[in-house]
């Protein structure tokens, strides 16, 4: 069970979450575009998807969401159903594509952020938050799944790295005689 | 063997029926994981204090090419505000020592009779939906849930959950779930400027200083200072010199509603970026017309509240006549800048309600 531990995502994911979330409670609660703070956590999570699928997508934000409900001190288990839905979306739709280039990647993570970023309020609204629609709403959505994506150059390999993923290697047929 | 080997629809599964199951038992208040909050908190400690060292360039790089314009003109506002408040201040402190005079007189209990917890603000909320702040303070030094949260300015918010012993998060007052009751009192209308003006000039001068020689034009305002009912009436003060250039008029715009009113509502916070409004429940058509801009409003207290009276909120800056029997409506304007905390100070205030005697007798420090 110690080496399925070790050798598995899970202690990987932490250490990195560990430092992300650091960045995320400093840099990026200060690096507001248009007012805006980018959820380079959830970003990860998609990433993690984008790379992996959908499976390792829905783990990735799980671990991370979970994380994110501990240092943030909003209800345990809120942000990993919203994390894990933006993993599991972006996986989802890079399951379509079998080598997604680096671009492609970058739009599903875009994607797999904004549903995650949509899902927030949903969440909050089933444990009993109301949050009044706030159309400025929509602006946040746009600049979060803008921020992943430009995040995801660096946070796909990284997810890649933490989840093991390993990329599909294309060999030549063998030539008929 | 990897630990998500089950099917990919079971894992998934398992996943969300996991985290609602988290998120029941933390919803319902559970110590196992306060303390599991407290522990990642500490664990995180090193690794934000790091970052936060690491990032500060660039963090300050960020704000120097958002902020600057910003800043210059903002600093600018601020000289011009100091050299105006240098006088309201005496006034002011002479106000305050007649009102605490009063109220030591009648036995009343004043903001100042509550003990306070002094915090440093340690983190801001990176959610786009939340507007919480993160103290240094916890349970361990009696801080639980719903108490307000204030500092010099105003009020700020008041404590949410989670409480750990030496953590604890501020809700706002600009966050869509924070409600506190007000009321709101007549303030200095945006126009309360007591003018003199030179006949045949158009500008405006104080009143109670020379004429300036360059034309520049200084206004006076001592808010809360001026006798109620104040009505002052054109005069015209004929002088020796010629006319034309000799006569005064005292053209007064100053007229306070002296009647004492105060009304009550609800302050509701309406998320990030927006104005708090203030709306009221009972008695609503019979308020339109009552409010200006410039009223001011303050908590009100009362048997439940956990926010002690008379703690400053902000101005009304806009009031909005709905054409419903709903009564009007008013935005606020903060007084506290919630978006440069550093130190903030927690009321140990317990409601009427939750003491045994006279909250006088609950009073100290």
Redesign the interface.
């Known amino acids: 069970m110690f080496a ?1 531990l070790v050798q ?3 202690l990987r994911l932490f250490l990195v979450g ?2 992300v ?11 507001r575009p248009a ?3 980018l ?1 380079v956590m959830l970003a990860l999570a998609a990433a993690a998807g984008a790379a992996g699928g ?3 997508g ?2 990735a934000g ?1 671990v991370l ?3 994110y409900d ?9 942000s ?2 919203s994390m ?1 839905l933006g993993g ?1 979306v972006a996986g989802y739709v890079q399951s379509i594509t079998i080598d997604p280039q680096w671009w492609l990647a970058a739009l599903f993570t875009g994607l797999g952020a904004a549903v995650g ?1 949509l899902a ?2 949903v969440v ?1 609204a089933f ?1 009993g ?4 629609f ?1 159309p ?2 929509g602006l ?1 959505i746009g600049v ?1 799944a803008a921020g992943a994506m430009v995040l995801s150059p660096v946070l796909v390999p990284v997810g890649r790295w933490c989840m093991r993923i390993k990329r599909p290697e294309w060999k030549a047929p063998p030539v008929s005689e | ?4 080997t089950p099917g ?1 629809r079971r ?2 599964v398992l ?2 029926l ?6 029941t ?3 319902r208040g559970n110590s196992i ?1 306060d303390a ?2 407290g522990g ?2 500490r ?2 400690d090193p ?2 204090t ?3 060292v690491v ?1 500060k360039p ?2 300050n790089a ?2 120097g090419i958002t902020d600057y314009e910003q800043v210059e003109e903002e600093n600018q506002q601020l000289r011009d505000q100091l050299d105006a408040q240098r006088g309201d201040q005496v006034a002011a402190q002479a106000a305050i020592q007649d009102y605490q005079e009063l109220l030591a007189l009648n036995d009343l209990a004043s903001l100042g009779d509550y003990p306070t917890v002094v915090a440093m603000v340690v ?8 507007q ?1 702040i ?1 103290i240094n303070k916890g349970s361990n030094d009696n801080i639980v849930p719903g108490l307000a949260v204030t500092v010099g300015a105003g009020l700020v918010g008041k404590v949410t ?2 409480v750990l012993p030496d953590r604890a ?1 501020v809700m706002l007052l600009t966050d ?2 924070y409600q506190v009751g007000v009321k709101v009192v007549p303030g200095t209308p945006p126009e309360t400027t007591t003018t003199v003006a030179p006949v045949g000039s158009d500008v405006p001068v104080a009143l109670g200083s020379a004429p300036p020689v360059d034309g520049s034009v200084p206004e006076v305002s001592v808010p809360g200072t001026e006798p109620p009912s104040t009505s002052i009436p054109e005069v015209t003060l004929p002088t020796d010199t010629p006319p034309g250039d000799t006569t005064t008029t005292v053209a007064p715009t100053t007229t306070i509603d002296g009647s004492n009113r105060r009304d009550t509502g609800r302050l509701r916070g ?5 104005l708090p409004q203030v709306d009221f429940l009972a008695d609503a058509p019979a308020l339109g017309g009552r409010f200006n801009e410039g009223d001011i409003v303050l908590t009100s207290g009362g048997t439940d509240g956990l926010a002690p009276p008379d703690i400053p909120i902000g101005v009304v800056t806009n009031v909005i006549y709905r054409s419903s029997a709903d009564g009007p409506l008013l935005e606020v304007e903060q007084l506290a800048d919630l978006s440069r905390l550093h130190f903030v100070r927690v009321v140990l205030y317990k409601p009427e309600s939750e003491t045994p005697g006279p909250i006088g007798t609950q009073a100290g420090g």
């Open positions: 399925s598995g995502p899970l560990i430092i979330l650091s960045l995320q409670l400093t840099l990026f609660a200060d690096l007012g805006v703070a959820q959908p499976q390792k829905a783990l799980f969401g979970l994380m501990l240092a943030v001190g909003t209800p345990l288990g809120s990993s159903i894990g599991f970023e927030i309020p909050r444990i938050e109301s949050h009044p706030d400025r709403f946040a979060v | 063997m990897p630990l998500y990919r894992a998934i996943l969300l996991t985290s609602v199951l988290l998120l038992l933390d919803l994981f599991a909050r990642f908190s664990l995180m690794f934000e790091a970052a936060d990032t660039a963090r960020w704000r983190g801001e909320s990176p959610s786009n939906l939340d919480i993160e959950t989670p998060y869509d779930r309406q998320g990030g970026g927006h």
